[in-house]
């Protein structure tokens, strides 16, 4: 790897670092101003949001100009977001404009990728990048709740003799200490080398966006190659964000644990994603990346087996086996998309697509989750339904694929017998 990509990761790192303690303290701000309990799954609805709606923009934003300066401006965007809750403004309000920030520096982000390294590297540098991303968020979700401690409180209030200006000199300085991670990121984006790729000159119009995002969209869907890949990592993020929430209440009432105690076994997900993502980097190359389909397959039913655990130190393999399982099959998968998605169009608008149908598929997942919690039904259902949704979906995806490839070998056979006259 050239020290452009440790660049990037460094940037990527203290970006992620910072949205994750920000989501915290946001919460915490919520609970300080009386709101009621509804708006605290609001704000990761508001930042999701984002990702949709603006994905007919930021593709073109992120090739309009070079993919550094892009992150830079993002970043910007983000301590603009972080500035306004400093100054009082809703926290929904303000964690949305992180959210516009984050939703226009993913296209850069993995868009640059494709412009600085080659094919054969691009599982390898989504291993590291989904890898460093994970810890990211384990070391931001640890840093936003020491933010927000009665410890960190009392030592602040100790160490500063001086008025807080409107929200509470605690909540004001974790803020600040969040504010310097954005900034840490943005001087690492000005340090992103310049690359050689340069894309046709991007519509204009917001009419024509949407049109040229559109078409972009089928295009992906239609490829044989990219309508399997995208699709794997829709799944990967819905259900993922889905079984943030399925852990919480699985260990809140199976484990009986209370929610600070159940938050760890998050992490214990996330370090088994870590772990997936790194074998995957090491022993997946690019050409390979399809085989690791029924690994999705096989999570699923794995998934299904929490309802026969009712320990704690069975808990803990078990959910670094689903997490490792996870990063191991949605890595090569997201390289290929990566790959795919340069080839048909562009690094920014390809990611744009991708950002689009993830996200979309969190919000569709994260809504069935609440239909099935509003049918008040047990956890142990919801778990082997979720599992069996999983699994079955990879499924119809491998078939899919397996359809798509026999569709190939005929028309391939088909060409040849043109060629030789027979």
């Not at 990761?9 to 994750?20: E, I, K, P, T």
């Not at 000005?190 to 204009?204: A, N």
């Amino acid at each position: 790897m050239n020290r452009g990509f440790y660049t990037i990761m460094a940037a990527q790192f203290f970006s992620s670092l910072a949205d994750n303690a920000l989501l915290i303290v946001a919460i915490s701000l919520l609970a300080s101003l009386q709101s009621p309990e509804w708006m605290t799954p609001m704000l990761k609805l508001f930042f999701v949001l984002s990702y949709v709606v603006l994905a007919p923009f930021v593709g073109a934003f992120a090739d309009a100009y070079p993919k550094g300066k892009v992150m830079f401006i993002t970043n910007l965007v983000k301590i603009t977001g972080c500035l306004m809750m400093f100054f009082s403004v809703h926290p929904l309000l303000a964690y949305a404009v992180v959210g516009f920030g984050a939703a226009a520096y993913s296209p850069a982000k993995y868009g640059i990728l494709t412009e600085l390294l080659p094919p054969e590297k691009l599982v390898m540098a989504n291993g590291w990048i989904e890898g460093l991303t994970v810890l990211s968020i384990i070391f931001g979700t640890v840093l936003g709740g020491a933010l927000v401690s009665t410890k960190f409180a009392a030592m602040i209030t100790t160490l500063l003799p001086f008025e807080s200006l409107a929200l509470g000199i605690t909540l004001e300085v974790a803020l600040g200490i969040v504010m310097v991670s954005y900034v840490l990121a943005a001087l690492f984006n000005l340090r992103i080398p310049l690359t050689v790729t340069h894309y046709p000159r991007q519509e204009h119009g917001p009419w024509r966006l949407v049109l040229d995002f559109s078409h972009c969209v089928v295009s992906l869907w239609r490829d044989r190659l990219g309508q399997i890949s995208l699709a794997v990592t829709s799944l990967f993020w819905g259900a993922g964000a889905t079984l943030q929430f399925i852990v919480l209440k699985w260990a809140e009432t199976t484990l009986n644990m209370p929610l600070a105690q159940a938050a760890v076994l998050q992490g214990v997900v996330a370090f088994g994603v870590a772990f997936g993502a790194i074998a995957a980097a090491r022993y997946i190359p690019l050409k390979k990346s399809l085989n690791v389909m029924p690994v999705g397959f096989a999570m699923g039913i794995i998934v299904c087996v929490m309802v026969t655990v009712d320990s704690v130190t069975l808990a803990y393999p078990l959910l670094v086996l689903i997490g490792a399982l996870s990063g191991y099959f949605v890595v090569p998968m997201n390289a290929l998309l990566q790959h795919r998605g340069h080839v048909l169009m562009s690094a920014g608008h390809s990611i744009a697509v991708q950002n689009f149908s993830e996200n979309l598929s969190i919000l569709m997942m994260l809504g069935l989750y609440a239909v099935l919690v509003m049918l008040n039904l047990s956890i142990s259902i919801v778990i082997v339904l979720f599992g069996a949704f999983v699994s079955g979906i990879m499924w119809l995806i491998m078939r899919r694929h397996a359809a798509n490839q026999r569709e190939y070998d005929s028309l391939h056979l088909i060409g040849q017998q043109k060629h030789f006259g027979t």
